[in-house]
């Protein structure tokens, strides 16, 4: 069984960095799966890592694109990790939808 998990993390991981290398710098996509994988590795139960991993790139990127510390920046994240993160099984990621939710919470957030 443990060899059967195994394979399946470096599939998935794999799948992972795949992916994440088709978009641009700057964006959501690039941190979320990499982190979700690192998060995998260290023994986190998978339900904490995309909470975790959402909150983290979101504040990543708002401190590359200077952006942090703002109401709707913390609105954002509080969107992002209450109703994008629950998007992500350990059996599939759902990176594209777990992005389109995030870009959604953004444009919610700046309207208020």
Same mark, same amino acid.
């Given at each position: 069984?443990?060899?059967?998990?195994?394979?399946?993390?470096?599939?998935?991981?794999?799948?992972?960095?795949?992916?994440?290398?088709?978009?641009?710098?700057?964006?959501?996509? $690039?941190?979320? $799966?990499?982190?979700?994988?690192?998060?995998?590795?260290?023994?986190?139960?998978?339900?904490?890592? $995309?909470?975790?991993?959402?909150?983290?790139?979101?504040?990543?990127?708002?401190?590359?694109?200077?952006?942090?510390?703002?109401?709707?920046?913390?609105?954002?994240?509080?969107?992002?990790?209450?109703?994008?993160?629950?998007?992500?099984?350990?059996?599939?990621?759902?990176?594209?939808?777990?992005?389109?939710c995030v870009n959604v919470c953004s444009e919610?957030?700046?309207?208020?």
């Amino acid at each position: 069984m443990e060899g059967k998990t195994t394979r399946s993390i470096m599939i998935f991981t794999l799948f992972l960095v795949v992916l994440a290398g088709q978009f641009a710098a700057g964006d959501f996509l $690039p941190c979320y $799966p990499g982190c979700l994988v690192q998060c995998a590795l260290t023994g986190t139960p998978w339900f904490v890592c $995309p909470v975790t991993c959402a909150a983290s790139c979101l504040i990543n990127q708002a401190t590359i694109l200077g952006t942090s510390h703002t109401n709707a920046h913390f609105c954002k994240i509080g969107c992002a990790v209450t109703k994008c993160s629950k998007l992500s099984t350990e059996g599939d990621p759902a990176v594209n939808k777990v992005n389109t939710c995030v870009n959604v919470c953004s444009e919610s957030c700046l309207k208020h």
